[in-house]
């Protein structure tokens, strides 16, 4: 499942500043990725 998150670069590269929109882009990929 942790290669699956890495597809999405968004959490690949961490563009955001805040830990809490970084967390949540995990959360939405996370999903995503499972529900695939």
Do not use: G
Not at 19 to 30: C, Q
Request: glycine residues 0%; hydrophobic residues 55%; positive net charge.
């Amino acid at each position: 499942t942790f290669n699956r998150l890495k597809d999405f670069r968004r959490v690949a590269t961490r563009y955001d500043k805040l830990a809490r929109n970084y967390a949540s882009a995990v959360a939405l990929a996370a999903v995503i990725a499972f529900w695939c």
